[in-house]
């Protein structure tokens, strides 16, 4: 089993900056593959970043390239997702997800936290 706890959501202004924390409890958080998601009101969670067990890898969806970048303290348990140059269409609830292997699908991670409310102003 694997809880985790996302934190650092708001509401920011266009072209502003976040970063989500996603603390994680529960079996050994290095050997898990971590994903942020989100899913803006009306429409299918979708993948936003990716990375791999021991943060040697990375992943991004083309949306978010050059603005938002992932990364990992295994000494914390915890994932980060840093934000710049927010947009209108970046306003989600943004969920953290643990799995074994790194990728792009949902199913791919087993466990989710409850989310953390994004909400970008124009």
């Known amino acids: 089993q694997v809880q985790l706890v996302e934190s650092g959501g708001g509401l920011v202004q266009a072209g502003g900056s976040l970063r989500l924390s996603c603390a994680a409890a529960g079996r050994t958080f290095s050997s898990a593959a971590m994903a942020w998601f989100r899913q803006a009101p009306g429409k299918e969670r979708e993948f936003v970043a990716a990375i791999s067990r021991l943060g040697t890898s990375t992943n991004s969806a083309d949306s978010v390239k050059g603005r938002f970048t992932i990364s990992r303290d295994n000494a914390k348990n915890t994932v980060y997702l840093q934000m710049n140059s927010l947009k209108p269409e970046d306003t989600a609830v943004y969920y953290c997800?643990?799995?074994?292997?790194?990728?792009?699908?949902?199913?791919?991670?087993?466990?989710w936290g409850q989310g953390t409310q994004v909400t970008v102003s124009s």
């Open positions: 997800a643990a799995g074994s292997t790194i990728g792009t699908s949902q199913r791919l991670y087993d466990y």
